[in-house]
């Protein structure tokens, strides 16, 4: 069974600090990694991809990669009460397998 | 770019009947569309995988024949429901694959209540 795991939260943090977000995995096998971010009652958005060990920054956000440690991250900065949702880790899995495998998501409340 | 439309929303139906779910693909060929499901403080599960022209591929433990899966053409995929029952209540959502090798990109979701 591949799996994707999360803290389910909810996760508080004050307006303007930075939100971490973890997640494992547990195909070792997998080679890309996304964030969505999951408003109550809508589809998940992509916030950011990852697919090389290392930090990939986009505006505020920056997702971290570990394959040895099977660990991917996101960060937050200058958090936003509008950042206040749910976060999904979700992992390609390796051997041709095409669809997500979603973790049960992260819920983040920003704190004005 | 990269919409995927899908539709309806919303629906409330009896149970023991059938309902339809459409999601296209607006600006691009879908090749492949996967099928989610996510009930209510759940992740989303991956229910099928349709590609254009050929059967869909079921996740173990979904029923194939009660989740009728329909990808006739490459902007257009199909998830009828049938004989659905209160248990099949849930939030069902399409992803296509866009783009480079690993995006995606969701359709906004069909909220399924059945009574």
């Known amino acids: 069974q591949k799996e994707v795991e999360q803290n389910s939260g909810p996760l508080s943090v004050p307006e303007g600090a930075i939100a971490s977000l973890n997640c494992t995995y547990s195909?070792?096998?997998?080679?890309?990694f996304f964030w969505y971010r999951q408003y109550s009652g809508k589809s998940p958005e992509l916030i950011m991809s990852i697919y090389s060990n290392g930090d990939k920054e986009d505006g505020r956000f920056t997702a971290q990669l570990n394959k040895a440690s099977q660990y991917v991250s996101l960060l937050i900065r200058d958090s936003q009460p509008s950042d206040s949702a749910t976060y999904l880790c979700?992992?390609?899995?390796?051997?041709?397998?095409?669809?997500?495998?979603f973790g049960k998501g992260t819920h983040l409340i920003i704190q004005p | 770019g990269a919409v995927v439309s899908q539709h309806p929303s919303r629906v409330i139906c009896k149970s023991g009947t059938s309902v339809k779910i459409e999601c296209r693909s607006l600006?691009?060929?879908?090749?492949?569309m996967f099928w989610y499901r996510q009930f209510p403080k759940q992740s989303l599960m991956l229910m099928a995988t349709?590609?254009?022209?050929?059967?869909?591929?079921?996740e173990q433990g979904v029923e194939k024949d009660k989740f009728l899966i329909n990808h006739a053409s490459l902007t257009l995929s199909t998830l009828t429901v049938t004989s659905a029952h209160p248990e099949d209540s849930s939030f069902y959502i399409c992803?296509?694959?866009?783009?480079?090798?690993?995006?995606?990109?969701f359709g906004s979701g069909t909220r399924l209540t059945v009574v």
């Open positions: 979700a992992v390609k899995p390796g051997g041709g397998a095409d669809g997500l495998t």
């Open positions: 195909d070792r096998g997998s080679q890309s």
């Open positions: 600006d691009f060929q879908a090749t492949t």
């Open positions: 992803s296509a694959r866009v783009g480079g090798l690993y995006g995606y990109t």
């Open positions: 349709s590609n254009e022209g050929s059967k869909a591929t079921y």
